[in-house]
């Protein structure tokens, strides 16, 4: 079967960290047999090129110098910030769909996918138009929630689009909920996952000073809720001595700084780090706390990998209970939940699995059963294989 995957980014080269699921599933789809391919923007004039044996289409949209409104941070947080880049959507979108629209006319795909349909489904449009082939989006929860909030006038163009899919499927039962609300289509609930599933749980390491280590990564925003996480750590001083290992990059650095100096909390703030000192972090943790929000722009966590990565180490997760991330954890079995914005309920969390040790290994063992049996690779790309068989088959 030949797949073409429609992006927004997909990485330059083997430095670049983006979407490692994607490009997991994309390896395991072509050593599976399957002829899966990438369509994606270019980075400053970037052309066609393989990236871990996948073949990459890249299309030019821009001039070079500034061809630039995807890869390094996203699109919206660039427009944000430059009225350049706020008038770049418009070629971005049609230089896309002129140039899908050649390239499957050169070539034959049985499936296309559409990854952030909004507006990739033009893409997917333009693809079809082209050659008939079956197209199925896969939709995120953050462009429903930019929908919703800040683009309401598109809310017809997602009923459109998804009527004019032979398959639409959601990264968590709560992405799903999102889209019913919009249209009335059936929407097939495919997690992603992380790219270390399966990964035998080593045993952690202890720091050999008595601290309970917390680990936390993500992206220091409002919506991964790291300053309640740091507010709960204050409130276990004197009960349980902890130190957070915060790896993440974001706008809120400062402010979150600040507020640890000022509640005693020590958090070691590190940047993107490698993938051996991002292992080390996992191996030397004894808790994963996501204490994800639904933001001021009401947006939420769309799943939580992160918390997947913890399961696929052995250790146990909390988080809260918003967005995707109860797909992930059964509250008291695979992980515990608490309340969004509610740093007591998360200090006694913590001090709960600090405490008794047995507990906090059952968590992790259920952990790991809920990562083999709902989120393992083989589970997944199955799902995959057998959305893509289906529509194929339905696609003359």
Not at 99 to 125: F, K, M, Q, S, T
Not at 131 to 153: D, N
Not at 201 to 214: L, M, Q, S, Y
Not at 320 to 348: F, H, K, M, N, T
């Amino acid at each position: 079967m030949r797949i073409l995957h429609l992006v927004t980014a997909f990485p330059r080269d083997e430095r670049d960290i983006i979407a490692p699921w994607l490009v997991e599933l994309i390896k395991r789809q072509r050593a599976a047999g399957h002829d899966a391919q990438v369509f994606a923007p270019s980075y400053h004039g970037s052309g066609d090129h393989l990236f871990a044996g996948i073949p990459v289409h890249r299309f030019r949209y821009f001039f070079a110098r500034w061809e630039a409104l995807t890869h390094d941070e996203s699109a919206a947080d660039r427009m944000r910030r430059s009225l350049l880049y706020r008038l770049m959507p418009a070629p971005f979108v049609l230089a896309g769909m002129f140039a899908v629209w050649r390239l499957c006319r050169r070539e034959r795909y049985d499936v296309i996918h559409v990854h952030w349909p909004v507006p990739l489904a033009l893409w997917g449009w333009a693809a079809r138009t082209a050659r008939r082939a079956a197209v199925v989006l896969t939709f995120y929860g953050i462009e429903l929630r930019w929908v919703k909030r800040s683009l309401p006038f598109l809310k017809g163009f997602v009923r459109w689009a998804c009527r004019r899919a032979d398959r639409v499927v959601a990264i968590s039962t709560e992405t799903a909920r999102e889209i019913r609300e919009l249209v009335d289509v059936p929407v097939t609930v495919i997690p992603y996952t992380t790219p270390f599933s399966g990964r035998a749980a080593p045993r952690a390491v202890a720091t050999g000073d008595g601290k309970r280590t917390i680990l936390f990564i993500g992206r220091l925003v409002e919506l991964k809720g790291l300053a309640y996480l740091i507010e709960a750590a204050g409130l276990l001083r004197g009960r349980v001595d902890t130190r957070i290992v915060a790896i993440g990059i974001g706008p809120e650095r400062d402010r979150l700084e600040a507020l640890a100096r000022d509640r005693n909390v020590d958090v070691d703030f590190r940047n993107k780090v490698p993938d051996a000192e991002l292992q080390q972090a996992f191996l030397t943790s004894d808790v994963l706390v996501l204490p994800s929000i639904i933001d001021a722009r009401g947006d939420t966590e769309g799943l939580g990998v992160a918390l997947l990565d913890a399961m696929s180490y052995g250790i146990p997760a909390i988080a809260s209970r918003v967005g995707g991330i109860p797909d992930i954890i059964e509250d008291g079995v695979s992980g515990l939940l608490v309340p969004p914005a509610d740093p007591r309920a998360l200090a006694q969390a913590i001090e709960r699995v600090a405490r008794d040790p047995a507990y906090a290994q059952r968590l992790a063992e259920g952990g790991r059963e809920r990562l083999r049996t709902h989120f393992s690779w083989d589970v997944i790309t199955a799902k995959w294989e057998a959305v893509y068989s289906e529509i194929a088959a339905l696609s003359p």
